[in-house]
T-cell receptor, first 109, second 113 residues
């Protein structure tokens, strides 16, 4: 079952903050975050591992609550380049990476 | 270093035709996978492989076949295309460790009429 992302869509002004949530019904080993621009392939942002280790982006942060099987992506002081669709991808300890339904984010000048 | 290469970029098929979407990576990645992307549905896993000779089903495997005879290649076969298979298809690979990122190909836009 696909992880559920919220919100489905969000519109921001430059400089505003946003939080994107990802919730899974299965126990998670890791959470990946990717951003996709229209017509392009997804691009890696961050990995969060069980136990708290993070690997990824300098300007974007995220959290991973293993007990609640949830992750949140924090976009602070958003820029026009942050526009796109954000996906969380979940790993349950196997190689079966399942992605969420996506959150469309648009940043306006 | 080309990364993950998908061919073709665009394809139009008639219902019932067969075709193979090609995926090749030159990074010696053990893991390779195929996703389809439909509006509002995100990326859904079709099949994946953890090494040559090893494949497994994802969320939506029906209507698709895969094989992995080499580390580099992971083709996706549609034996009898249906309009419901109209989608954008992405191939992705990664090293064998669980905590590594996925590298995506540029995608194949498939239309089945």
């Amino acid at each position: 079952q696909q992880p559920v992302q919220s919100p489905q869509a969000v519109i921001l002004r430059e400089g505003e903050d946003a939080v994107i949530n990802c919730s899974s019904s299965k126990a998670l080993y890791s959470v990946h975050w990717y951003r996709q621009k229209h017509g392009e392939a997804p691009v890696f942002l961050m990995i969060l591992l069980k136990g708290g280790e993070q690997k990824g982006h300098e300007k974007i942060s995220a959290s991973f609550n293993e007990k609640k099987q949830q992750s949140s992506l924090y976009l602070t002081a958003s820029q026009l380049s942050y526009s796109g669709t954000y996906f969380c991808g979940t790993g349950s300890g196997t190689y079966k990476y399942i992605f969420g339904t996506g959150t469309r984010l648009k940043v306006l000048a | 270093n080309a990364g993950v290469t998908q061919t073709p970029k665009f394809q139009v098929l008639k219902t019932g035709q067969s075709m193979t979407l090609q995926c090749a990576q030159d990074m010696n990645h053990e893991y390779m996978s195929w996703y389809r992307q439909d509006p509002g549905m995100g990326l859904r896993l079709i099949h994946y492989s953890v090494g040559a000779g090893i494949t497994d089903q994802g969320e939506v495997p029906n209507g698709y076949n895969v094989s992995r005879s080499t580390t580099e290649d992971f083709p996706l076969r549609l034996l009898s295309a249906a309009p419901s298979q109209t989608s954008v298809y992405f191939c992705a690979s990664k090293p064998g460790q669980l905590n590594e990122k996925l590298f995506f190909g540029s995608g194949t836009q498939l239309s089945v009429l």
